[in-house]
């Protein structure tokens, strides 16, 4: 019933640093791109082109993409939420942009300013011109499960929002469980609402572990045949609009998991663990991977 090959996409460079309080040169980023597509990573997501005031940490979102040596087969992704992020982020070469949304009306005016409705308009221009440009699109849904100022979120929500994302032409959507509540049943009705729209090989889960789910929820949407997930090396991260939420899964952990029901996919555990010791070295933290940690001791 489980995949036999499961895609991860390292958004620990984005989604993993856009929190950090503390200032991560744009080499160093660069160069953990470097070690996670050494370690077999073929996609990352590197940046956004978003406000820098709104999210500094990513304002070297240029330089970094243009520092990396790209290599063959990897795609790299960057978060475009308006025709100006688009704009800035075609001349790094992006291979896929992701516009992102909420199925929360409170989150989506405090992440992106802007009602569920009004992004979808923002997001359209920004999709057609993506898409004219042979540029992949992928949609983020933020909140599908729970909202940190709504509290729970109905399935039809998710529905809802798929079904915008479909209308303006985006490609593949990530359920994302923003803050982490999510428990396995909950995040397969958030999956199953949004099937009513994409097919399963245009849907990914995307999982915070803040309350510790995220790989039972994984497990859960690997029984639905979902196969493609973003992850976070050292478990780096969480989201400025969403206090108190911690990072994604760590993808060491999902590695682990997945080579241990051999599902395959295609990452070196021991060159994804440099990589994560490498950020978490220079961050002055431990990794937020258990199975670092439990290999890191042995
Ligand atoms: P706004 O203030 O509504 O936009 O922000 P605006 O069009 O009125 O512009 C205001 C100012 O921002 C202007 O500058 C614009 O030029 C500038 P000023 O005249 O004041 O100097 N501006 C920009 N600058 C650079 N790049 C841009 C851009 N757009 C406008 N693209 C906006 C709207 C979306 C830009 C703002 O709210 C924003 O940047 N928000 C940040 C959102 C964000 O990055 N959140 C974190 C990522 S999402 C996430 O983590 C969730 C996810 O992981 C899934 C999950 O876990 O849920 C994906
Ligand atoms: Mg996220």
Same mark, same amino acid.
């Given at each position: 019933?489980?995949?036999?090959?499961?895609?991860?996409?390292?958004?620990?460079?984005?989604?993993?640093?856009?929190?950090?309080?503390?200032?991560?040169?744009?080499?160093v980023k660069i160069e953990?791109?470097?070690?996670?597509?050494?370690?077999?990573?073929?996609?990352?997501?590197?940046?956004?082109?978003?406000?820098?005031?709104?999210?500094?940490?990513?304002?070297?979102?240029?330089?970094?993409?243009?520092?990396?040596?790209?290599?063959?087969?990897?795609?790299?992704?960057?978060?475009?939420?308006?025709?100006?992020?688009?704009?800035?982020?075609?001349?790094?070469?992006?291979?896929?942009?992701?516009?992102?949304?909420?199925?929360?009306?409170?989150?989506?005016?405090?992440?992106?300013?802007?009602?569920?409705?009004?992004?979808?308009?923002?997001?359209?221009?920004?999709?057609?011109?993506?898409?004219?440009?042979?540029?992949?699109?992928?949609?983020?849904?933020?909140?599908?499960?729970?909202?940190?100022?709504?509290?729970?979120?109905?399935?039809e929500r998710v529905a809802? =929002? /798929?079904? %915008?994302?479909? $209308?303006?032409?985006?490609?593949?959507?990530? &359920? !994302?469980?923003?803050? *982490?509540?999510?428990?396995?049943?909950?995040?397969?009705?958030?999956?199953?609402?949004?099937?009513?729209?994409?097919?399963?090989?245009?849907?990914?889960?995307?999982?915070?572990?803040?309350?510790?789910?995220?790989?039972?929820?994984? =497990? /859960?949407? %690997?029984?639905? $045949?979902?196969?493609?997930?973003?992850?976070? &090396? !050292?478990?780096?991260? *969480?989201?400025?609009?969403?206090?108190?939420?911690?990072?994604?899964?760590?993808?060491?952990?999902?590695?682990?998991?997945?080579?241990?029901?051999?599902?395959?996919?295609?990452?070196?555990?021991?060159?994804?663990?440099?990589?994560?010791?490498?950020i978490s070295d220079f961050?002055?933290?431990?990794?937020?991977?258990? &199975? !670092?940690?439990?290999?890191?001791?042995?």
């Amino acid at each position: 019933p489980y995949p036999s090959r499961v895609k991860l996409v390292d958004v620990g460079p984005r989604d993993g640093l856009q929190n950090e309080k503390q200032t991560v040169p744009a080499a160093v980023k660069i160069e953990l791109v470097h070690r996670l597509q050494a370690a077999g990573l073929r996609e990352i997501e590197v940046t956004s082109f978003v406000s820098p005031k709104w999210v500094p940490q990513m304002g070297d979102n240029a330089e970094v993409m243009a520092g990396i040596e790209r290599q063959p087969g990897v795609r790299y992704s960057v978060l475009t939420p308006n025709l100006r992020g688009f704009e800035s982020a075609l001349a790094s070469r992006p291979d896929e942009i992701v516009v992102f949304g909420a199925a929360s009306e409170a989150f989506s005016q405090r992440n992106i300013n802007c009602s569920i409705a009004e992004s979808i308009e923002r997001f359209a221009p920004v999709v057609e011109a993506a898409r004219a440009a042979g540029i992949y699109v992928r949609g983020a849904m933020s909140c599908t499960v729970g909202c940190p100022y709504e509290g729970e979120i109905a399935p039809e929500r998710v529905a809802y =929002l /798929a079904g %915008l994302m479909k $209308g303006i032409g985006v490609q593949h959507v990530g &359920v !994302a469980d923003t803050i *982490g509540v999510g428990t396995p049943l909950k995040v397969q009705r958030a999956l199953e609402a949004t099937l009513a729209h994409f097919a399963l090989d245009d849907v990914s889960g995307h999982f915070h572990d803040t309350y510790g789910q995220a790989l039972a929820n994984t =497990l /859960a949407s %690997l029984e639905m $045949g979902v196969w493609q997930y973003d992850t976070s &090396v !050292a478990g780096l991260g *969480g989201c400025p609009y969403a206090k108190g939420a911690t990072g994604n899964v760590a993808t060491e952990d999902v590695v682990y998991m997945l080579h241990g029901m051999g599902i395959d996919t295609g990452i070196d555990l021991d060159a994804l663990i440099d990589a994560g010791q490498y950020i978490s070295d220079f961050l002055g933290r431990p990794t937020q991977s258990r &199975v !670092a940690k439990a290999l890191l001791a042995k």
